[in-house]
Structures are given as C-alpha cells and as structure tokens.
C-alpha cells in the first residue's frame, strides 16, 4: 500500500523494466532467434542496462526473466501447443520475439526486495532509488506463514489499480494417515463435485451468473470500442476469480470431511476429457469454460496441506456402472439425472451413483499401490 510519494516510484520502474525486457527479448532474438542463453544476454544486453540506470541484480533479474520466457516458449512450442509445423500459429510464435505487457510482474530477490514482518512493511528497489517502509496488508495467518515460511523470491504485481508482492511460501508438508474408507468425487457441470455420501456441490448459481456474463460480453463485443475492450478484459478476470472463490469452498468442504473422518479423497482421472467427451452444440461452451482441472488441483493441494490421502482413479463407465451388480452399459442412465440398473434395478441419483463407483475403484488402487514388493528370490 504505497502512499503518494511512494507509488510514484513504483508506477515509473515497473513499466520501464518490462520496457527494457522487451528491448532484451528483441535483441537477443535478431541475434540467436529463440535459443539465447543466459549467458549469451548477459553478454549483450547487461552493460546496456547498467548504462540505463538498472542495478547490477536488477539487471540480472531481466536478463533470466527473457530467458525463461523464450525456454518456455520453446518447451510450449516442442509440446505442439502452438499446432504442428508449418501452422500459422506456430509460424507466428516462432517468427517475432517474446513480448512483456507493461504491467507485466517482475521478480525480486531478497537483496532488491526486503520484509519486516513486525512493522508490516517492506524495503522495495526502483528505479527512483530504494524506497523504505512501504506498507502491506494480509490476514494475520498469512502474516504467520510468510514469517515462517517464506522463501525465494517474491514477485512485483500491478492489477486493477492496486500493488501486489506475490510470495513463495515452503510449508511443511504432514505426513498423510491411513485412511479408514475413501470419499468418491464426481465432478460434473450441472453439480460440480458429488460425494459418496450424497453430498451435493450445486453449480446452478455459477451457470446462472456465467451465462449472464456470456450475455453482457456479446453486448460489449458488439460495440467495438476501446473502453468496451478494456471492459471484457475486466469482467474476464473478474469471472475467473468468481469460479476460483467457488472451487475454493467446494474443495474445502470436500477436505474438512475427509480430514474429520479419517478418509482419504478420490477422483475421476479427467485428463482429455474435452477431446473425448462429445456434447451438444448448446453445451460446448459450458463443457469448454468450466474448470474441471482447477477444482481438482485445488482438492489435491488442500487434502496435501491437511495430510490426508489423495488418490486419481480411472474415470471410464463411472456413470454407466452398477456399484452392486456391476452391470455396465449406457441404457443404465436414462437421462443425466437418474441412474436405474436394468440387471438388478438399483436406481438413484447419476452423480451420487458415479462417487460411489470412484469411492470403490479407490479402495482397490490403494490397495493395489500400498502393496508390500515382492521379496527377492
């Protein structure tokens, strides 16, 4: 929370590193295309940025940051995210260097950027000089944690107005217990995560505010105008934090369960499920916008933190199967909502049929993993 003599430091250093990131990028790519080292930046670009004004670390800082943007452009490159050679795509991220937006985050380092946990301020370098007591707000936990637990470096953020330093905290990870019985997660569009114990995570509200936004986005994307552009990248951000709060509350539940009663937490494995699963045309977008992998990182990491065991299992026919008779086959759900075995007539509701098939796929797998090796002949 810089004040006004403060901020003014900050609004002039950030735009202008990222400035002469650009300048690096561009640089190094007319001389070695994407393939510029460390080492070969240093060689070209440090004096020239020492001439600018930038101090010794500082410069580094820029000169690593081109580097690891143009290693990850390349690893995204080789990984086909840009389509396969010769696509205009590809062509296009090959042909021109990595760019920074202004704002763009910068990375700090304990010699540029220091804390005081007890004045809750910190010592910041720009451009301008070293600026000192420069104060932050957190919750008191977080304030804990980052006396305790912080580590590395820390990065400079400029969103919507305000300043943010995004740390990097090594907590401690427990050491997970053996659990009683597993909780099945089913995770899905119309209900975000069903358990095996029936309890039901409804996403109904977060369509309703989702298709609203989907309506206000195509009034703004109609006008065509600067303000209406900077208007939608707005209310993107906005929408993608609103999604985040609600897998945030969901996983948490789901964890404080577990945690409570002594389970471990299963899920469907839903890696390329958007290249396997074929919807209707009116559902496409809702298939595509919802964030299955976010909510199920975010329950991989809580269920870490509380120490209880997390396993992924094999997602095929969960919601065609008859966790009783095991019966399989696509008559078994009649409609999206309804499960009905038509060997033994188990009926119920899909979701929560679907948790309780995860639920017994886990305790197999676990098994299965947990098993002692083999003694040697």
């Keep these: 929370m810089p004040d006004a003599v403060q901020a003014p430091a900050l609004e002039h250093t950030l735009p202008a590193i ?37 101090g010794a ?14 290693t990850s452009l390349r690893a995204g490159i080789r990984a086909g995210r840009f389509g396969p050679e010769g ?25 540029c950027l220091s804390w005081n946990y007890d004045a809750q301020t910190v ?23 980052l006396a305790e637990h912080r580590k590395g470096e820390s990065d400079l953020v400029f969103r919507d107005g305000k300043w943010f330093l995004i740390a990097t905290l090594d907590l401690p990870e ?36 989702r298709r609203w936004q989907t309506r206000k986005r195509a009034e703004l994307q109609a006008k065509q105008t600067r303000s209406a552009k900077q208007l939608l990248k707005k209310r993107a951000r906005k929408e993608a934090r609103h999604a985040s709060h609600v897998n945030h509350k969901v996983a948490k539940t789901v964890v404080a369960v577990a945690q409570r009663t002594e389970r471990g937490i299963a899920l469907e494995e839903l890696q390329g499920i958007r290249d396997r699963v074929t919807v209707s045309r009116d559902q496409r977008a809702r298939l595509s916008s919802w964030p299955f992998h976010q909510l199920g ?27 009783r008779c095991g019966h399989t086959e696509r008559g078994n759900r ?44």
């Excluded at 042909?95 to 985050?105: G, I, L, N, T, Y």
């Excluded at 933190?305 to 919601?319: C, K, L, M, Q």
């Design 174 to 209: 427990p050491e997970a217990f053996e659990p009683r019985d597993f909780i099945g997660v089913d995770r899905g569009i119309v209900n975000l995560a069903t358990t095996s114990d029936g309890d039901n995570h409804q996403g109904r509200r977060l369509g309703r505010y």
């Design 123 to 145: 010592s910041i370098w720009t451009l301008d000089g070293r600026i000192k007591d420069v104060p932050f707000a957190c919750s008191p936990e977080a304030l804990k944690a």
């Design 334 to 377: 009649p409609t999206r909502d309804i499960f009905r075995c038509r060997r033994c007539g188990l009926a119920g509701p899909a979701d929560h049929v679907a948790g309780i098939n995860v639920r017994d796929r886990a305790r197999s797998a676990w098994v299965f993993v947990n098993m002692p090796d083999p003694a040697p002949a």
């Design 18 to 54: 990222n400035k002469a990131a650009n300048w690096v990028s561009a640089t190094g790519f007319e001389r070695f295309g994407l393939k510029a080292s460390v080492r070969e930046l240093r060689k070209l670009c440090y004096g020239e940025l020492k001439a600018l004004g930038f």
């Design 87 to 111: 696509s205009k795509r590809r062509r296009k991220a090959e042909s021109k260097p990595v760019a920074f937006r202004p704002h763009a985050a910068h990375t700090y380092d304990d010699r």
């Design 57 to 70: 670390q500082a410069a580094q800082h820029i000169i690593k940051r081109v580097a690891d943007a143009s």
């Design 297 to 323: 990182a975010f329950i991989a990491y809580k269920a870490r933190r509380a120490g209880v065991p997390f396993i992924e299992v094999d997602a095929a026919y969960t919601s065609q199967r008859c966790p």
